[in-house]
């Protein structure tokens, strides 16, 4: 057995079978995995599983979709159990001869290919497996928070409406009402900087829906020792506009600008005119809205990272946390400022003095700790 292996959502073992195993004529090893009590969840999700998801195109897309994990069902004690299969390979960032953000051109073309057949995919088959709730919205353990009915029920326009009330009320100011004590006020981006980017109102081409995979990044592509590319982590799969999955896979990759000139274009001709009508137009709504989705989960993500960790506000080791926390929340903050209407971002050492004071005070109030020292811009223990 190897792991766990890296994952937000879920805890994951790879594991060798033995050969009387009634899967190991289909497999080689099988990815177990245990979901992650207490996790947050950034994104919309529309499936209740990636079991479900993989299960659904395994019967019906195989032809379609040939590189996504094989899932079986074994009667475990009464009781059906999905198991996946485990990708041999190595994932997409770690291919030896990239250079940089580049991408070699043999993966890129794979890429292209999976959009292709994802629009391909007739989404009225998935559909009637999840889908959306009232947006209240209520919190399902077992999936985490619903995509609201207008993001779903609508056209492309409809759909950016909801990806951007879910961020911005739910995924961000949810939490932030809970512990976060407003973080994104205390760096400079007022409360009416987030409402006025939920009330823009782009008007978007209507595109068909389409099956979306919605985290198209290089640690989800998996490289086989033939070279051929699998797409694997379907958690937040859902049904929308297909130029989101394309404006999250560009976010995501930070392709060197010629190549991403070049997919785009490429992408335009894989999906088709229809799924591509309006796109380039549309394109740039999509990735401000990325921008600032980013901003607001890498907030959650540095709060969440510095209160569970064992280091104390104040010593060395807290100020190294703090430099690289700042960087990370810096850069966003950065990217985020123009769709925001922010004129201008902290600095770093400004984004380092809000956490230091945030992390102290939420540590002394969970833990009742000493208070720290006061923040210098570089840490009381810093250089």
């Given at each position: 057995?190897?792991?766990?292996?890296?994952?937000?959502?879920?805890?994951?073992?790879?594991?060798?079978?033995?050969?009387?195993?009634?899967?190991?004529?289909?497999?080689?090893?099988?990815?177990?995995?245990?979901?992650?009590?207490?996790?947050?969840?950034?994104?919309?999700?529309?499936?209740?599983?990636e079991d479900l998801v993989l299960r659904l195109l395994d019967d019906h897309y195989r032809?379609?979709?040939?590189?996504?994990?094989?899932?079986?069902?074994?009667?475990?004690?009464?009781?059906?159990?999905?198991?996946?299969?485990?990708?041999?390979?190595?994932?997409?960032?770690?291919?030896?001869?990239?250079?940089?953000?580049?991408?070699?051109?043999?993966?890129?073309?794979?890429?292209?290919?999976?959009?292709?057949?994802?629009?391909?995919?007739?989404?009225?088959?998935?559909?009637?497996?999840?889908?959306?709730?009232?947006?209240?919205?209520?919190?399902?353990?077992?999936?985490?928070?619903?995509?609201?009915?207008?993001?779903?029920?609508?056209?492309?326009?409809?759909?950016?409406?909801?990806?951007?009330?879910?961020?911005?009320?739910?995924?961000?100011?949810?939490?932030?009402?809970?512990?976060?004590?407003?973080?994104?006020?205390?760096?400079?981006?007022?409360?009416?900087?987030?409402?006025?980017?939920?009330?823009?109102?782009?008007?978007?081409?209507?595109?068909?829906?389409?099956?979306?995979?919605?985290?198209?990044?290089?640690?989800?592509?998996?490289?086989?020792?033939?070279?051929?590319?699998?797409?694997?982590?379907?958690?937040?799969?859902?049904?929308?506009?297909?130029?989101?999955?394309?404006?999250?896979?560009?976010?995501?990759?930070?392709?060197?600008?010629?190549?991403?000139?070049?997919?785009?274009?490429?992408?335009?001709?894989?999906?088709?005119?229809?799924?591509?009508?309006?796109?380039?137009?549309?394109?740039?709504?999509?990735?401000?809205?990325?921008?600032?989705?980013?901003?607001?989960?890498?907030?959650?993500?540095?709060?969440?990272?510095?209160?569970?960790?064992?280091?104390?506000?104040?010593?060395?080791?807290?100020?190294?946390?703090?430099?690289?926390?700042?960087?990370?929340?810096?850069?966003?903050?950065?990217?985020?400022?123009e769709p925001l209407g922010v004129e201008k971002a902290p600095s770093r050492p400004a984004?380092?003095?809000?956490?230091?004071?945030?992390?102290?005070?939420?540590?002394?109030?969970?833990?009742?700790?000493?208070?720290?020292?006061?923040?210098?811009?570089?840490?009381?223990?810093?250089?």
């Amino acid at each position: 057995m190897e792991g766990p292996l890296k994952g937000y959502h879920h805890q994951t073992y790879a594991v060798r079978l033995d050969p009387a195993s009634p899967f190991a004529k289909d497999f080689g090893r099988l990815k177990l995995r245990e979901p992650r009590e207490g996790v947050y969840w950034y994104d919309m999700r529309w499936f209740p599983s990636e079991d479900l998801v993989l299960r659904l195109l395994d019967d019906h897309y195989r032809d379609r979709l040939p590189h996504i994990p094989h899932v079986r069902n074994l009667n475990v004690q009464g009781q059906w159990t999905a198991f996946l299969g485990f990708i041999e390979g190595v994932t997409l960032d770690r291919m030896p001869g990239s250079r940089g953000a580049r991408v070699a051109e043999k993966y890129v073309g794979q890429i292209v290919e999976l959009f292709r057949s994802l629009v391909a995919v007739d989404p009225r088959l998935l559909e009637t497996f999840g889908g959306p709730f009232p947006c209240g919205c209520e919190q399902h353990e077992a999936t985490g928070p619903q995509p609201t009915r207008a993001a779903v029920q609508g056209g492309s326009t409809a759909f950016l409406r909801g990806l951007t009330h879910f961020t911005v009320r739910h995924a961000y100011e949810d939490r932030q009402r809970a512990s976060l004590h407003d973080l994104l006020t205390e760096l400079g981006v007022p409360r009416s900087a987030l409402a006025a980017f939920e009330r823009r109102r782009p008007q978007l081409t209507d595109r068909p829906r389409a099956l979306l995979h919605g985290d198209l990044h290089r640690k989800n592509f998996i490289v086989d020792p033939d070279g051929a590319l699998w797409t694997i982590d379907w958690e937040l799969a859902l049904i929308g506009d297909p130029l989101y999955d394309l404006a999250t896979h560009l976010h995501l990759m930070a392709y060197p600008e010629d190549q991403e000139e070049n997919l785009i274009g490429r992408w335009e001709k894989a999906v088709g005119e229809d799924a591509a009508a309006g796109a380039r137009e549309d394109l740039p709504h999509y990735r401000a809205y990325k921008r600032v989705q980013s901003l607001c989960t890498d907030v959650i993500r540095a709060a969440t990272r510095l209160l569970e960790s064992p280091d104390v506000p104040g010593t060395r080791a807290a100020y190294t946390r703090l430099r690289g926390t700042s960087a990370l929340v810096g850069k966003v903050l950065d990217a985020a400022r123009e769709p925001l209407g922010v004129e201008k971002a902290p600095s770093r050492p400004a984004v380092e003095g809000v956490f230091h004071d945030w992390w102290r005070q939420a540590r002394e109030a969970a833990h009742g700790g000493t208070p720290a020292t006061t923040h210098s811009g570089q840490g009381s223990s810093g250089p």
